[in-house]
């Protein structure tokens, strides 16, 4: 019998050897070890009815041999399952994977396109040039307008107001805002007094 040895094993921890008492008519002869008697009965010096302690218990080799290829069918189908249950596993593991992958490279893909959507559909933002100041300019008509012509204290009042605006929107540069406002003060006094002026002569020509 060429697999005693082999199904002997059966249920044994790796490394183990297991040793047999054999019996034959109530004669009792071993321990033998499996390949001894794996021999013996390639030999034909005992046979299959001879009985074998097993499990404290004598049976014959024949059931013995039965008993332990049941077992080994059944540690095989075991292993069988256990493998197919491990490759199941990793197949949907692998799949999850897949699908964790796919859809990062989705949400990815779809942030790219939104960042280009965003990048097209943005205002187009032009740099502002911001304007020199005219505070010495303005100082010097309404100066010029106070003392020696009238339209030019109206000029500074209007360019002064005006140019104040643009200094608040940030059109123009702040750093002569103090003699824009000079001007633009100068320029309204220089008005109103030639204003004034003008009302009190004529008024004085018509009381003559």
């Known amino acids: ?14 490394g183990e050897n297991a040793a047999f008492l054999i019996r034959w008519r109530g004669r009792q002869e071993g321990p033998y070890s499996a390949e001894l008697i794996e021999e013996k ?34 540690q095989r189908q075991a292993r069988e399952e256990q493998e197919s249950r491990d ?5 949907r593991q692998a799949r999850e994977m897949e699908t964790q992958q796919r859809a990062a490279a989705v949400a990815e893909e779809k942030r790219r396109n939104d960042l280009l959507e965003a990048t097209l559909h943005a205002p ?7 304007k020199p100041h005219r505070g010495g300019l303005i100082l ?17 009042w209007s360019m ?6 643009e200094m608040d929107a940030g059109l123009m540069d702040p750093s002569g805002r103090s003699l824009t406002s000079s001007g633009r003060s100068v320029g309204m006094l220089g008005s109103i007094l030639w204003i004034a002026g003008i009302l009190i002569f004529f008024l004085s020509d018509l009381n003559k």
Do not use: K
């Open 1 to 14: 019998m060429s697999n005693f040895t082999e199904l002997s094993q059966v249920n044994l921890a790796p």
């Open 41 to 74: 009965l390639s030999a034909n010096e005992i046979g299959l009815l001879h009985e074998i302690l097993h499990n404290g218990q004598w049976i014959t080799i024949r059931d013995f041999l039965t008993g332990q290829e049941s077992a080994l069918r059944v």
């Open 87 to 91: 490759r199941d596993e990793a197949d």
């Open 124 to 130: 187009i933002t032009m740099p502002v040039a911001i």
């Open 140 to 156: 010097t008509y309404a100066l010029i307008g106070l003392f020696v012509c009238f339209p030019f204290s109206i000029g500074a």
């Open 160 to 165: 002064g107001s005006n140019d104040l605006r």
